[in-house]
């Protein structure tokens, strides 16, 4: 059974840095694309970007360069997404997802979310 | 970046309606459109990908269809555990854009 096991909420003060991690079981890690994804409070989702588990090769969302930094841990299939320099618009729930197989560009399994709060 | 206009953004349908929610895109996409429901608290599921094949496990009563700029979600008597909601999202070309979601309730 394919399982995305994201960490714990988090609140962090503005200008800090959060990193979150995504733990994944069941599937070839390193054979698969992890997505990053955010979404406000009743708002759209927004894609942040992309990594493939076999070389860390990356793809991010123009809006998230130098926000977000995605990398991964191949002996432990996990995969972590850095945010920095945040705000209160960084508040939010972040999801990872696996894209489905190939060049599909589509989600076809998702972590639970975690939600970051950021406030003083 | 390829905009994704969905509607309506909220529905309410009885059990046993059929119910349609659309997707427009702002380009050609080719069919690379997927379908997601996300229930209250929870991370979004697979519905439907390539525009009108169905994930795996996901009941036959949720069809998609659609072709170019267009793209319909339908829900074919709806039941009590379709109340989510519900965006479509385009695979065609980077950054992935998802629509802005339709709330769908029992009336």
């Known amino acids: 059974e394919v399982q995305l096991q994201q960490s714990g909420a988090e609140l962090v003060k503005p200008g800090a840095s959060v990193k979150l991690s995504c733990k994944t079981s069941?599937?070839?890690?390193?054979?698969?694309?992890m997505s990053w994804l955010k979404q406000m409070p009743g708002q759209n989702i927004e894609w942040i970007g992309n990594i493939y588990g076999g070389n860390g090769g990356t793809g991010y969302n123009q809006k998230f360069k130098g926000k977000a930094t995605l990398t991964v841990d191949k002996s432990s299939s996990t995969a972590y997404m850095d945010l920095s320099s945040l705000t209160s618009e960084d508040s939010a729930v972040y999801f990872c997802?696996?894209?489905?197989?190939?060049?599909?560009?589509?989600?076809?399994?998702w972590g639970q979310g975690v939600m970051v709060t950021v406030s003083s | 970046d390829i905009q994704m206009t969905q509607s309506p953004a909220s529905l309410s349908a009885s059990l046993g309606e059929t119910v349609s929610i659309e997707c427009l895109a702002s380009e050609g996409i080719s069919n690379d459109l997927a379908w997601y429901q996300q229930k209250s608290g929870k991370s979004p599921q697979l519905l439907i990908y390539a525009a009108s094949r169905l994930q795996d496990g996901v009941p036959s009563r949720f069809s998609g269809s659609g072709s170019g700029t267009r793209y319909s979600l339908k829900i074919s008597g709806m039941q009590p555990e379709d109340e989510a909601d519900y965006f479509c999202q385009q695979s065609y070309k980077y950054p992935l854009t998802f629509g802005s979601g339709t709330k769908l309730e029992i009336k």
């Open positions: 069941g599937y070839t890690f390193s054979n698969y694309y």
């Open positions: 997802a696996r894209r489905a197989w190939g060049a599909r560009r589509y989600f076809d399994y």
